[in-house]
Protein backbone atom coordinates (compact mmCIF):
# COMPACT_ATOMS: atom_id res chain seq x y z
CA UNK A 1 0.00 0.00 0.00
CA UNK A 2 1.37 3.69 -0.88
CA UNK A 3 2.23 5.97 1.83
CA UNK A 4 1.15 9.12 0.50
CA UNK A 5 -1.39 9.53 -2.25
CA UNK A 6 -2.62 12.74 -3.31
CA UNK A 7 -5.05 13.21 -6.56
CA UNK A 8 -6.07 16.96 -7.67
CA UNK A 9 -4.03 18.25 -4.22
CA UNK A 10 -4.53 21.91 -3.91
CA UNK A 11 -3.59 24.95 -1.61
CA UNK A 12 -5.52 28.20 -2.02
CA UNK A 13 -3.60 31.15 0.30
CA UNK A 14 -5.81 34.25 1.31
CA UNK A 15 -4.44 37.69 2.23
CA UNK A 16 -6.92 39.54 2.38
CA UNK A 17 -9.04 40.18 -0.63
CA UNK A 18 -5.90 38.56 -2.33
CA UNK A 19 -6.05 34.65 -2.83
CA UNK A 20 -2.78 33.21 -4.10
CA UNK A 21 -3.17 29.13 -5.33
CA UNK A 22 0.55 28.22 -3.63
CA UNK A 23 -0.59 24.40 -5.64
CA UNK A 24 -2.30 24.04 -8.33
CA UNK A 25 -3.85 20.00 -8.40
CA UNK A 26 -1.21 17.82 -8.11
CA UNK A 27 -1.01 13.81 -8.24
CA UNK A 28 1.60 12.52 -6.71
CA UNK A 29 2.01 8.68 -4.85
CA UNK A 30 5.06 7.96 -2.89
CA UNK A 31 5.74 4.13 -1.72
CA UNK A 32 7.22 3.01 1.59
CA UNK A 33 10.98 3.28 2.50
CA UNK A 34 11.61 5.86 -0.52
CA UNK A 35 13.79 8.26 -0.78
CA UNK A 36 12.19 11.31 -1.82
CA UNK A 37 12.96 15.07 -3.25
CA UNK A 38 10.61 17.71 -4.30
CA UNK A 39 12.94 19.97 -5.88
CA UNK A 40 12.14 23.26 -7.82
CA UNK A 41 12.39 27.00 -7.22
CA UNK A 42 11.45 29.25 -4.01
CA UNK A 43 7.98 29.92 -4.21
CA UNK A 44 7.43 26.68 -6.60
CA UNK A 45 5.06 25.17 -3.89
CA UNK A 46 7.70 22.39 -1.88
CA UNK A 47 7.27 23.41 1.93
CA UNK A 48 3.82 23.61 1.05
CA UNK A 49 3.43 19.91 0.00
CA UNK A 50 6.22 18.68 2.74
CA UNK A 51 3.38 20.72 5.30
CA UNK A 52 0.44 18.72 3.83
CA UNK A 53 1.95 15.65 3.66
CA UNK A 54 3.00 16.40 7.54
CA UNK A 55 0.05 17.23 9.02
CA UNK A 56 0.74 20.68 9.62
CA UNK A 57 -1.12 22.29 6.72
CA UNK A 58 -4.67 21.39 5.19
CA UNK A 59 -4.91 21.07 1.69
CA UNK A 60 -8.27 23.47 0.03
CA UNK A 61 -9.08 21.01 -2.20
CA UNK A 62 -8.26 17.09 -4.15
CA UNK A 63 -7.25 14.42 -1.79
CA UNK A 64 -4.39 13.71 0.65
CA UNK A 65 -4.29 10.58 2.24
CA UNK A 66 -1.12 9.82 4.56
CA UNK A 67 -1.16 5.58 5.90
CA UNK A 68 -4.13 5.74 4.22
CA UNK A 69 -5.55 8.54 6.61
CA UNK A 70 -7.63 11.67 4.47
CA UNK A 71 -5.35 14.40 6.70
CA UNK A 72 -8.09 16.90 5.73
CA UNK A 73 -10.39 15.11 8.61
CA UNK A 74 -7.89 15.57 10.88
CA UNK A 75 -8.29 18.16 13.32
CA UNK A 76 -5.90 19.82 15.31
CA UNK A 77 -5.69 17.77 18.22
CA UNK A 78 -5.93 14.66 15.72
CA UNK A 79 -3.29 15.74 13.76
CA UNK A 80 -0.79 16.18 16.47
CA UNK A 81 -1.36 13.09 17.45
CA UNK A 82 -1.17 11.90 14.06
CA UNK A 83 2.55 13.63 13.68
CA UNK A 84 3.62 12.37 17.00
CA UNK A 85 2.85 8.39 15.88
CA UNK A 86 3.84 8.38 12.03
CA UNK A 87 5.82 11.63 10.83
CA UNK A 88 8.99 12.89 12.17
CA UNK A 89 10.28 16.18 11.08
CA UNK A 90 13.95 17.80 10.23
CA UNK A 91 13.96 21.55 10.11
CA UNK A 92 16.66 23.80 7.83
CA UNK A 93 17.33 25.62 10.95
CA UNK A 94 18.20 22.18 12.97
CA UNK A 95 15.02 23.36 15.58
CA UNK A 96 16.61 21.88 18.86
CA UNK A 97 15.72 22.50 22.07
CA UNK A 98 18.21 24.75 23.14
CA UNK A 99 17.57 23.81 26.94
CA UNK A 100 18.28 20.18 26.16
CA UNK A 101 21.03 18.43 25.82
CA UNK A 102 21.91 16.18 22.67
CA UNK A 103 20.42 13.45 24.84
CA UNK A 104 17.55 15.40 26.10
CA UNK A 105 16.36 16.12 22.81
CA UNK A 106 16.60 12.56 21.17
CA UNK A 107 13.94 11.08 23.57
CA UNK A 108 11.87 14.24 23.66
CA UNK A 109 9.39 12.85 21.95
CA UNK A 110 9.86 9.62 23.93
CA UNK A 111 9.46 11.28 26.78
CA UNK A 112 6.71 14.01 25.99
CA UNK A 113 4.54 12.78 22.92
CA UNK A 114 4.84 8.61 23.11
CA UNK A 115 6.04 8.44 27.09
CA UNK A 116 7.92 5.20 26.63
CA UNK A 117 9.00 3.79 29.80
CA UNK A 118 12.05 4.99 31.10
CA UNK A 119 14.14 2.03 30.16
CA UNK A 120 13.29 1.84 26.69
CA UNK A 121 13.98 5.29 26.39
CA UNK A 122 17.23 4.92 27.16
CA UNK A 123 17.59 2.06 25.31
CA UNK A 124 16.49 3.65 22.18
CA UNK A 125 17.98 7.33 22.83
CA UNK A 126 21.39 5.51 22.66
CA UNK A 127 20.88 3.30 19.67
CA UNK A 128 19.82 6.43 17.66
CA UNK A 129 22.98 8.42 19.01
CA UNK A 130 25.00 5.47 17.81
CA UNK A 131 23.03 5.71 14.55
CA UNK A 132 24.03 9.11 13.81
CA UNK A 133 27.62 8.58 15.53
CA UNK A 134 26.88 11.46 18.25
CA UNK A 135 27.29 9.22 21.43
CA UNK A 136 30.45 11.50 22.70
CA UNK A 137 28.63 14.64 22.14
CA UNK A 138 25.47 12.89 24.03
CA UNK A 139 25.57 15.59 26.87
CA UNK A 140 26.47 18.58 24.81
CA UNK A 141 23.68 21.65 24.50
CA UNK A 142 22.74 22.88 20.91
CA UNK A 143 24.84 25.85 21.39
CA UNK A 144 27.93 23.83 21.81
CA UNK A 145 27.82 21.62 18.82
CA UNK A 146 28.41 22.82 14.95
CA UNK A 147 25.29 22.61 11.96
CA UNK A 148 26.52 19.31 11.17
CA UNK A 149 26.18 18.17 14.95
CA UNK A 150 22.84 19.69 15.35
CA UNK A 151 21.22 18.45 12.02
CA UNK A 152 22.79 14.82 13.37
CA UNK A 153 20.57 15.21 16.13
CA UNK A 154 17.63 16.52 14.45
CA UNK A 155 17.55 12.86 11.97
CA UNK A 156 18.30 10.86 15.31
CA UNK A 157 15.15 12.41 17.08
CA UNK A 158 13.22 12.45 13.86
CA UNK A 159 13.32 8.62 13.70
CA UNK A 160 13.65 7.78 17.51
CA UNK A 161 10.02 7.32 17.77
CA UNK A 162 10.19 4.34 14.94
CA UNK A 163 8.45 7.04 12.49
CA UNK A 164 6.96 5.68 9.49
CA UNK A 165 8.32 8.47 7.67
CA UNK A 166 10.63 11.45 8.23
CA UNK A 167 9.82 14.92 6.79
CA UNK A 168 13.07 17.20 6.10
CA UNK A 169 11.95 20.59 4.27
CA UNK A 170 15.61 21.81 3.19
CA UNK A 171 17.60 20.35 6.03
CA UNK A 172 20.88 20.97 4.05
CA UNK A 173 20.23 24.60 3.52
CA UNK A 174 22.22 25.92 6.96
CA UNK A 175 25.16 23.34 5.97
CA UNK A 176 28.55 23.79 3.95
CA UNK A 177 28.60 21.60 1.26
CA UNK A 178 30.15 18.66 2.74
CA UNK A 179 28.63 18.28 5.97
CA UNK A 180 25.31 18.95 3.68
CA UNK A 181 26.48 16.14 1.82
CA UNK A 182 27.53 13.76 4.76
CA UNK A 183 23.85 14.52 6.53
CA UNK A 184 21.81 13.17 3.11
CA UNK A 185 23.93 10.07 3.18
CA UNK A 186 23.31 9.70 7.08
CA UNK A 187 19.37 9.80 6.13
CA UNK A 188 19.80 7.28 3.06
CA UNK A 189 21.82 5.34 5.99
CA UNK A 190 18.78 5.78 8.11
CA UNK A 191 16.20 4.40 5.49
CA UNK A 192 18.52 1.74 4.77
CA UNK A 193 18.62 0.44 8.38
CA UNK A 194 15.61 1.52 10.07
CA UNK A 195 13.19 1.24 6.43
CA UNK A 196 12.04 4.40 7.14
CA UNK A 197 10.93 6.96 4.08
CA UNK A 198 12.54 9.88 3.88
CA UNK A 199 10.90 12.83 2.16
CA UNK A 200 12.59 16.29 1.88
CA UNK A 201 13.13 19.34 -0.28
CA UNK A 202 15.58 20.66 -1.64
CA UNK A 203 16.93 23.27 -4.59
CA UNK A 204 20.68 21.86 -4.26
CA UNK A 205 21.24 20.16 -7.49
CA UNK A 206 23.83 18.01 -5.94
CA UNK A 207 22.08 17.14 -2.96
CA UNK A 208 18.57 16.34 -4.95
CA UNK A 209 20.73 14.05 -7.07
CA UNK A 210 21.21 11.69 -4.04
CA UNK A 211 17.24 11.20 -3.94
CA UNK A 212 15.55 8.01 -5.61
CA UNK A 213 12.47 9.77 -6.71
CA UNK A 214 12.41 13.69 -7.84
CA UNK A 215 9.27 15.52 -7.73
CA UNK A 216 10.08 18.66 -9.48
CA UNK A 217 7.37 21.70 -8.97
CA UNK A 218 6.93 24.70 -10.70
CA UNK A 219 4.81 27.47 -10.37
CA UNK A 220 2.51 24.85 -7.81
CA UNK A 221 2.35 22.23 -10.19
CA UNK A 222 5.24 18.97 -11.10
CA UNK A 223 6.79 19.19 -13.67
CA UNK A 224 8.30 16.40 -13.82
CA UNK A 225 9.17 13.06 -11.66
CA UNK A 226 12.43 11.23 -11.92
CA UNK A 227 13.20 7.83 -10.38
CA UNK A 228 16.71 7.49 -10.30
CA UNK A 229 16.28 3.94 -8.69
CA UNK A 230 13.71 1.48 -7.40
CA UNK A 231 13.11 1.89 -3.63
CA UNK A 232 14.70 -1.17 -2.25
CA UNK A 233 12.80 -0.97 1.05
CA UNK A 234 9.05 -1.75 0.02
CA UNK B 1 5.26 15.46 35.98
CA UNK B 2 9.39 15.65 37.21
CA UNK B 3 10.43 15.92 33.40
CA UNK B 4 7.84 18.63 32.77
CA UNK B 5 9.33 20.68 35.62
CA UNK B 6 12.93 19.80 34.78
CA UNK B 7 12.56 21.33 31.71
CA UNK B 8 10.53 24.39 33.08
CA UNK B 9 13.43 24.85 35.35
CA UNK B 10 15.82 25.16 32.68
CA UNK B 11 14.09 27.43 30.82
CA UNK B 12 13.49 29.39 33.60
CA UNK B 13 17.19 29.23 33.79
CA UNK B 14 17.67 30.48 30.50
CA UNK B 15 16.70 33.87 30.87
CA UNK B 16 18.29 34.44 34.21
CA UNK B 17 18.63 38.20 34.76
CA UNK B 18 14.21 38.32 34.12
CA UNK B 19 13.77 35.19 36.37
CA UNK B 20 15.95 36.70 39.17
CA UNK B 21 14.49 39.84 38.51
CA UNK B 22 10.52 38.45 38.96
CA UNK B 23 11.59 35.98 41.73
CA UNK B 24 13.13 38.81 43.69
CA UNK B 25 9.79 40.96 43.14
CA UNK B 26 7.69 37.34 44.37
CA UNK B 27 9.91 37.44 47.27
CA UNK B 28 9.92 40.92 48.37
CA UNK B 29 6.02 40.81 48.03
CA UNK B 30 5.78 37.27 50.43
CA UNK B 31 7.98 39.32 53.17
CA UNK B 32 6.18 42.40 53.30
CA UNK B 33 3.07 40.11 53.63
CA UNK B 34 3.99 37.66 55.96
CA UNK B 35 6.39 40.39 58.12
CA UNK B 36 3.10 42.67 58.16
CA UNK B 37 1.00 39.72 59.55
CA UNK B 38 3.35 38.48 61.97
CA UNK B 39 3.98 42.39 63.60
CA UNK B 40 0.49 42.99 63.61
CA UNK B 41 -0.66 39.72 64.45
CA UNK B 42 1.47 39.87 67.58
CA UNK B 43 0.70 43.62 68.15
CA UNK B 44 -2.96 42.27 68.22
CA UNK B 45 -2.43 39.56 70.32
CA UNK B 46 -0.83 40.99 72.75
CA UNK B 47 -3.46 43.57 73.12
CA UNK B 48 -5.96 41.56 73.12
CA UNK B 49 -4.60 39.87 75.31
CA UNK B 50 -3.78 42.69 77.83
CA UNK B 51 -7.57 43.77 77.82
CA UNK B 52 -8.67 40.41 78.05
CA UNK B 53 -6.57 38.98 80.61
CA UNK B 54 -5.96 42.24 83.03
CA UNK B 55 -9.60 43.86 82.87
CA UNK B 56 -12.03 42.22 80.90
CA UNK B 57 -12.06 38.79 80.79
CA UNK B 58 -13.04 36.79 77.22
CA UNK B 59 -16.66 37.11 78.19
CA UNK B 60 -19.19 38.92 80.49
CA UNK B 61 -22.77 38.78 81.57
CA UNK B 62 -24.62 41.87 82.67
CA UNK B 63 -28.13 43.18 83.02
CA UNK B 64 -30.01 43.94 80.28
CA UNK B 65 -29.39 47.25 79.52
CA UNK B 66 -26.25 47.73 81.72
CA UNK B 67 -24.03 48.27 79.03
CA UNK B 68 -25.83 50.32 77.37
CA UNK B 69 -25.75 52.93 80.33
CA UNK B 70 -22.00 51.82 81.31
CA UNK B 71 -20.54 55.17 81.18
CA UNK B 72 -23.15 55.80 84.51
CA UNK B 73 -22.36 52.51 86.16
CA UNK B 74 -26.17 52.52 86.76
CA UNK B 75 -26.71 50.37 90.51
CA UNK B 76 -30.15 49.57 89.37
CA UNK B 77 -29.19 47.48 86.59
CA UNK B 78 -26.99 45.24 88.94
CA UNK B 79 -28.14 41.22 88.76
CA UNK B 80 -29.88 40.18 91.59
CA UNK B 81 -28.48 37.03 93.72
CA UNK B 82 -31.45 34.81 91.95
CA UNK B 83 -29.81 35.78 88.37
CA UNK B 84 -26.18 35.46 89.49
CA UNK B 85 -26.85 31.85 90.76
CA UNK B 86 -28.70 30.89 87.51
CA UNK B 87 -25.89 32.63 85.29
CA UNK B 88 -23.24 30.42 87.50
CA UNK B 89 -24.89 26.99 86.88
CA UNK B 90 -24.80 27.85 83.29
CA UNK B 91 -21.07 28.57 83.56
CA UNK B 92 -20.67 25.29 84.99
CA UNK B 93 -22.46 23.65 82.15
CA UNK B 94 -19.72 24.72 80.11
CA UNK B 95 -16.75 22.96 79.49
CA UNK B 96 -14.33 25.35 78.05
CA UNK B 97 -15.10 27.95 80.97
CA UNK B 98 -12.20 28.06 82.93
CA UNK B 99 -13.90 30.33 85.64
CA UNK B 100 -15.44 33.37 85.96
CA UNK B 101 -15.30 36.32 88.82
CA UNK B 102 -18.29 38.61 89.87
CA UNK B 103 -17.89 42.38 90.10
CA UNK B 104 -19.59 45.23 91.38
CA UNK B 105 -18.32 48.19 90.06
CA UNK B 106 -19.31 51.79 90.86
CA UNK B 107 -18.21 55.27 90.48
CA UNK B 108 -17.41 57.42 93.82
CA UNK B 109 -15.06 60.01 94.75
CA UNK B 110 -11.69 59.55 95.99
CA UNK B 111 -10.39 61.88 98.71
CA UNK B 112 -6.76 62.21 100.27
CA UNK B 113 -8.04 64.18 102.85
CA UNK B 114 -7.01 67.04 101.12
CA UNK B 115 -8.82 67.22 97.44
CA UNK B 116 -11.40 64.52 95.88
CA UNK B 117 -11.56 63.63 92.45
CA UNK B 118 -13.77 61.07 90.61
CA UNK B 119 -12.72 57.16 90.46
CA UNK B 120 -14.49 53.99 88.62
CA UNK B 121 -14.14 51.10 91.11
CA UNK B 122 -14.30 47.17 90.68
CA UNK B 123 -15.17 45.41 94.12
CA UNK B 124 -13.66 41.88 93.49
CA UNK B 125 -13.19 39.00 94.89
CA UNK B 126 -9.34 38.62 94.95
CA UNK B 127 -8.66 34.77 94.26
CA UNK B 128 -11.28 34.61 91.28
CA UNK B 129 -10.47 38.20 90.20
CA UNK B 130 -6.90 36.56 89.93
CA UNK B 131 -7.94 33.61 87.96
CA UNK B 132 -9.76 35.47 85.62
CA UNK B 133 -7.48 38.38 84.64
CA UNK B 134 -4.35 37.13 85.66
CA UNK B 135 -2.31 39.36 84.09
CA UNK B 136 -4.07 41.93 86.92
CA UNK B 137 -1.23 41.11 89.40
CA UNK B 138 1.29 41.96 86.90
CA UNK B 139 -0.38 44.86 86.28
CA UNK B 140 1.23 46.38 89.54
CA UNK B 141 4.04 48.72 89.76
CA UNK B 142 4.02 49.48 93.63
CA UNK B 143 2.88 47.91 96.71
CA UNK B 144 2.59 44.28 97.66
CA UNK B 145 2.72 42.06 95.18
CA UNK B 146 2.29 38.74 97.54
CA UNK B 147 -1.40 37.86 98.80
CA UNK B 148 -4.46 38.23 97.58
CA UNK B 149 -4.95 41.15 95.08
CA UNK B 150 -6.64 43.30 97.42
CA UNK B 151 -7.99 42.79 101.01
CA UNK B 152 -10.19 43.60 103.07
CA UNK B 153 -9.77 48.04 103.90
CA UNK B 154 -7.30 47.84 101.13
CA UNK B 155 -7.72 49.70 97.79
CA UNK B 156 -5.39 49.20 94.40
CA UNK B 157 -5.47 52.22 92.40
CA UNK B 158 -4.12 53.50 88.95
CA UNK B 159 -0.87 55.44 88.68
CA UNK B 160 -2.69 58.12 87.02
CA UNK B 161 -4.70 58.28 90.30
CA UNK B 162 -2.05 57.91 92.42
CA UNK B 163 0.66 60.79 90.43
CA UNK B 164 -2.75 63.34 90.57
CA UNK B 165 -3.62 62.68 94.20
CA UNK B 166 0.15 62.83 95.39
CA UNK B 167 -0.58 59.52 97.52
CA UNK B 168 1.19 56.43 98.00
CA UNK B 169 1.38 53.02 99.18
CA UNK B 170 0.20 52.58 102.50
CA UNK B 171 -1.59 55.91 102.68
CA UNK B 172 -4.99 56.15 104.02
CA UNK B 173 -7.89 56.96 101.60
CA UNK B 174 -11.71 57.77 101.33
CA UNK B 175 -14.56 56.21 99.35
CA UNK B 176 -17.34 58.17 98.97
CA UNK B 177 -20.42 56.53 96.82
CA UNK B 178 -23.97 57.34 96.70
CA UNK B 179 -25.69 53.78 96.60
CA UNK B 180 -28.90 53.06 94.31
CA UNK B 181 -31.55 55.26 97.12
CA UNK B 182 -29.65 58.30 96.73
CA UNK B 183 -27.92 58.03 100.60
CA UNK B 184 -24.09 58.68 100.38
CA UNK B 185 -21.72 56.59 102.28
CA UNK B 186 -18.05 56.50 102.84
CA UNK B 187 -15.27 54.21 104.05
CA UNK B 188 -11.60 54.90 104.65
CA UNK B 189 -8.75 52.76 103.21
CA UNK B 190 -5.44 52.05 103.09
CA UNK B 191 -3.66 51.85 99.60
CA UNK B 192 -2.11 48.68 99.03
CA UNK B 193 -0.75 48.93 94.95
CA UNK B 194 -0.75 50.90 92.40
CA UNK B 195 -1.23 49.68 88.71
CA UNK B 196 -0.50 51.17 85.59
CA UNK B 197 -3.33 52.03 83.48
CA UNK B 198 -3.85 50.08 80.36
CA UNK B 199 -6.12 51.55 77.11
CA UNK B 200 -9.39 50.49 76.51
CA UNK B 201 -12.45 50.03 78.85
CA UNK B 202 -11.83 49.55 82.78
CA UNK B 203 -7.89 50.02 82.34
CA UNK B 204 -8.18 52.81 84.52
CA UNK B 205 -10.45 51.47 87.22
CA UNK B 206 -9.69 51.00 91.31
CA UNK B 207 -9.83 47.46 92.98
CA UNK B 208 -11.41 46.86 96.10
CA UNK B 209 -12.60 43.76 97.83
CA UNK B 210 -16.27 43.04 97.03
CA UNK B 211 -17.42 42.77 100.34
CA UNK B 212 -16.28 46.22 101.06
CA UNK B 213 -18.30 47.39 98.10
CA UNK B 214 -21.34 45.96 99.08
CA UNK B 215 -20.70 47.86 102.65
CA UNK B 216 -19.86 50.72 101.44
CA UNK B 217 -22.98 50.45 98.77
CA UNK B 218 -24.94 49.42 101.88
CA UNK B 219 -26.93 46.95 99.74
CA UNK B 220 -28.90 44.29 101.45
CA UNK B 221 -28.33 41.56 98.83
CA UNK B 222 -25.54 40.07 97.16
CA UNK B 223 -25.85 41.94 93.68
CA UNK B 224 -22.95 41.76 90.90
CA UNK B 225 -22.79 44.49 88.70
CA UNK B 226 -21.44 42.51 85.85
CA UNK B 227 -19.92 38.38 86.19
CA UNK B 228 -16.15 38.22 84.09
CA UNK B 229 -15.80 35.05 82.56
CA UNK B 230 -12.02 33.23 81.23
CA UNK B 231 -12.35 30.15 78.90
CA UNK B 232 -9.67 27.60 78.33
CA UNK B 233 -9.27 28.36 75.05
CA UNK B 234 -9.81 32.23 73.47
CA UNK B 235 -10.26 30.37 70.13
CA UNK B 236 -13.67 28.96 71.54
CA UNK B 237 -15.62 32.49 72.07
CA UNK B 238 -17.88 32.90 69.45
CA UNK B 239 -18.82 29.12 70.13
CA UNK B 240 -19.33 29.61 74.35
CA UNK B 241 -20.79 32.77 73.24
CA UNK B 242 -23.37 31.70 71.56
CA UNK B 243 -24.01 28.90 74.02
CA UNK B 244 -23.77 31.02 76.89
CA UNK B 245 -26.48 33.33 74.95
CA UNK B 246 -28.82 30.19 74.45
CA UNK B 247 -28.56 29.15 77.99
CA UNK B 248 -29.76 31.77 79.62
CA UNK B 249 -31.95 33.40 77.16
CA UNK B 250 -34.64 31.97 78.87
CA UNK B 251 -34.00 34.20 82.02
CA UNK B 252 -37.06 36.84 81.47
CA UNK B 253 -38.05 39.75 83.49
CA UNK B 254 -41.63 39.98 84.42
CA UNK B 255 -42.50 41.35 80.89
CA UNK B 256 -41.20 38.32 79.14
CA UNK B 257 -38.48 39.76 77.96
CA UNK B 258 -34.59 38.49 78.07
CA UNK B 259 -33.19 39.58 81.26
CA UNK B 260 -29.35 39.17 80.52
CA UNK B 261 -27.06 40.03 78.12
CA UNK B 262 -23.85 37.63 77.13
CA UNK B 263 -21.10 40.37 75.46
CA UNK B 264 -17.65 39.35 74.52
CA UNK B 265 -14.78 41.20 75.09
CA UNK B 266 -14.76 42.37 71.51
CA UNK B 267 -18.33 44.02 72.11
CA UNK B 268 -17.02 45.99 74.73
CA UNK B 269 -13.58 47.01 73.92
CA UNK B 270 -12.87 49.76 71.38
CA UNK B 271 -9.76 48.16 70.54
CA UNK B 272 -11.59 45.23 68.25
CA UNK B 273 -12.76 48.06 66.01
CA UNK B 274 -8.66 48.47 65.61
CA UNK B 275 -8.12 44.77 65.61
CA UNK B 276 -10.86 44.41 62.50
CA UNK B 277 -8.68 47.13 60.99
CA UNK B 278 -5.83 45.48 60.80
CA UNK B 279 -7.28 42.30 59.47
CA UNK B 280 -9.00 44.14 56.83
CA UNK B 281 -5.02 45.79 55.91
CA UNK B 282 -3.46 42.55 56.02
CA UNK B 283 -6.39 41.54 53.07
CA UNK B 284 -5.28 44.83 51.26
CA UNK B 285 -1.82 43.66 51.79
CA UNK B 286 -2.93 40.30 50.28
CA UNK B 287 -4.52 42.10 47.24
CA UNK B 288 -1.19 44.05 46.69
CA UNK B 289 1.04 40.69 47.02
CA UNK B 290 -1.67 39.10 44.26
CA UNK B 291 -1.03 41.69 41.50
CA UNK B 292 2.68 41.51 42.34
CA UNK B 293 2.99 38.03 41.51
CA UNK B 294 0.23 38.45 38.78
CA UNK B 295 1.88 41.05 36.94
CA UNK B 296 5.21 39.69 37.32
CA UNK B 297 4.47 36.23 36.47
CA UNK B 298 2.52 37.40 33.03
CA UNK B 299 4.95 39.66 32.08
CA UNK B 300 7.72 36.90 32.02
CA UNK B 301 5.28 34.35 31.03
CA UNK B 302 3.99 36.74 27.95
CA UNK B 303 7.92 37.02 27.35
CA UNK B 304 9.16 33.90 27.10
CA UNK B 305 6.10 32.57 24.80
CA UNK B 306 6.43 35.43 22.06
CA UNK B 307 10.66 34.38 22.74
CA UNK B 308 9.81 30.64 22.21
CA UNK B 309 7.00 30.68 19.57
CA UNK B 310 9.61 29.00 16.71
CA UNK B 311 10.61 26.41 19.70
CA UNK B 312 6.71 25.80 20.53
CA UNK B 313 6.30 25.27 16.84
CA UNK B 314 8.50 22.89 16.77
CA UNK B 315 7.97 20.78 19.56
CA UNK B 316 4.08 21.25 18.27
CA UNK B 317 5.00 20.14 15.04
CA UNK B 318 6.85 16.58 16.23
CA UNK B 319 3.48 16.06 17.61
CA UNK B 320 3.71 17.00 21.47
CA UNK B 321 -0.05 17.68 22.38
CA UNK B 322 -1.51 20.55 23.07
CA UNK B 323 -2.57 19.60 26.69
CA UNK B 324 1.77 19.07 27.30
CA UNK B 325 2.54 22.12 25.79
CA UNK B 326 0.06 24.06 28.43
CA UNK B 327 1.27 22.00 31.03
CA UNK B 328 5.32 23.35 30.03
CA UNK B 329 4.13 26.87 30.41
CA UNK B 330 1.94 26.52 33.55
CA UNK B 331 4.75 24.26 35.11
CA UNK B 332 7.31 27.65 34.96
CA UNK B 333 4.81 30.06 36.28
CA UNK B 334 4.63 26.79 38.81
CA UNK B 335 8.18 26.66 39.50
CA UNK B 336 8.57 30.59 40.21
CA UNK B 337 5.71 30.14 42.41
CA UNK B 338 7.53 27.27 44.29
CA UNK B 339 10.53 29.10 44.22
CA UNK B 340 9.60 32.46 45.49
CA UNK B 341 7.51 31.22 48.22
CA UNK B 342 10.14 29.04 49.19
CA UNK B 343 12.78 31.92 49.10
CA UNK B 344 10.39 34.34 50.72
CA UNK B 345 9.45 32.46 53.91
CA UNK B 346 12.87 31.75 54.48
CA UNK B 347 14.00 35.41 54.79
CA UNK B 348 10.38 35.91 56.60
CA UNK B 349 10.78 33.65 58.54
CA UNK B 350 14.87 34.60 59.03
CA UNK B 351 13.43 38.15 59.83
CA UNK B 352 11.22 37.13 62.29
CA UNK B 353 13.36 35.20 64.66
CA UNK B 354 15.79 38.30 64.41
CA UNK B 355 13.24 40.67 65.37
CA UNK B 356 12.57 38.26 68.12
CA UNK B 357 16.05 38.51 69.46
CA UNK B 358 16.38 42.22 68.87
CA UNK B 359 13.87 42.68 71.05
CA UNK B 360 12.41 45.62 69.42
CA UNK B 361 10.66 47.81 72.01
CA UNK B 362 7.23 50.59 71.70
CA UNK B 363 4.63 52.50 72.96
CA UNK B 364 0.68 52.03 73.08
CA UNK B 365 -1.18 54.41 74.54
CA UNK B 366 -0.25 54.56 78.65
CA UNK B 367 1.38 51.26 78.48
CA UNK B 368 5.19 51.81 77.76
CA UNK B 369 7.86 49.74 76.81
CA UNK B 370 6.35 46.77 75.21
CA UNK B 371 8.15 44.08 73.37
CA UNK B 372 7.42 43.38 70.06
CA UNK B 373 7.46 39.45 69.71
CA UNK B 374 6.45 38.79 65.97
CA UNK B 375 5.59 35.46 65.25
CA UNK B 376 3.40 33.81 62.64
CA UNK B 377 1.20 30.95 62.55
CA UNK B 378 2.22 27.93 59.98
CA UNK B 379 -1.29 28.38 58.80
CA UNK B 380 -0.72 31.67 57.45
CA UNK B 381 1.83 30.81 56.17
CA UNK B 382 0.71 28.45 54.67
CA UNK B 383 -2.10 30.40 53.09
CA UNK B 384 -0.06 33.00 51.62
CA UNK B 385 2.01 30.45 49.97
CA UNK B 386 -0.81 28.49 48.42
CA UNK B 387 -2.06 32.01 47.33
CA UNK B 388 1.16 32.68 45.70
CA UNK B 389 1.69 29.91 43.33
CA UNK B 390 -1.79 29.62 42.80
CA UNK B 391 -1.61 33.03 41.76
CA UNK B 392 1.57 32.40 39.60
CA UNK B 393 0.20 29.97 38.01
CA UNK B 394 -3.36 31.45 37.01
CA UNK B 395 -0.97 34.35 35.72
CA UNK B 396 0.85 31.93 33.29
CA UNK B 397 -2.42 30.18 32.10
CA UNK B 398 -2.89 32.84 29.61
CA UNK B 399 0.69 32.58 27.93
CA UNK B 400 0.31 29.25 28.48
CA UNK B 401 -3.11 28.41 26.54
CA UNK B 402 -1.68 30.91 24.02
CA UNK B 403 1.55 28.68 23.79
CA UNK B 404 -0.85 25.80 23.49
CA UNK B 405 -3.27 26.91 20.71
CA UNK B 406 0.06 28.15 17.88
CA UNK B 407 -0.63 26.88 14.71
CA UNK B 408 2.82 24.42 14.19
CA UNK B 409 3.17 26.16 11.02
CA UNK B 410 2.42 29.59 11.52
CA UNK B 411 4.94 28.68 14.64
CA UNK B 412 7.63 27.52 13.08
CA UNK B 413 7.86 30.44 10.46
CA UNK B 414 7.95 33.18 13.16
CA UNK B 415 10.87 34.98 12.95
Redesign the interface.
Known amino acids: MSLVIAHGLTKTYRAGDVEVQAIKGVDFVIEPGSFVAFVGPSGSGKSTVL ?1 MI ?1 C ?2 HPTGGTLKVLATDIASLD ?2 AA ?6 N ?3 I ?1 Q ?1 F ?1 L ?4 TAYENIE ?2 L ?3 QEWPADKRREQVMRLLKAVDMEAQADKRPDQMSGGQKQRVAVA ?2 LVSNAKMVLADEPTANLDHDTAYRIINLMKKMRDEFGTTFIFSTHDPKIMAEAETIFTLEDGRIASSTQHQEASHV | MFDVLKIAGRNLSRYRRRTLLTLLLIVIGMVAVLLFIAVTGSFKSMMVGQITDSVLGHLEVHRKGYVASIDTLPLNLNLKPGAVAKVEEALRQIDAVQTWSPRVKFGGMFSNFTETTSIRVNGVDPEREAATAPLLPGRMIDGRKDGPLVAKGEIVIPILLARGMKVKVGDTVVLVATNRDGSVNGKTFVIRGVTEGISGPGGRDGYIHIEDARELLRMKEAEVSEIAIRLKDPGQLDRVATRLKQALEGETNPEGKPMLEVHTWADLSPFSSLARMIDMMTVFIKIVLVSIVLVSVMNVMVMAVYERIREIGTIAAIGTPPSRILSLFLAEGLLLGIIGTALGTLVSLAVIFAANIWKIHFSFGQQQDLVMAPFIDPAQVATVAALVMGVAVLASLQPAWKASRLDPMNALRHV
Not at chain 1, 97 to 100: G, K
Open positions: NGLDRRANFRGQIGFFDNVPVLYPLMVRA
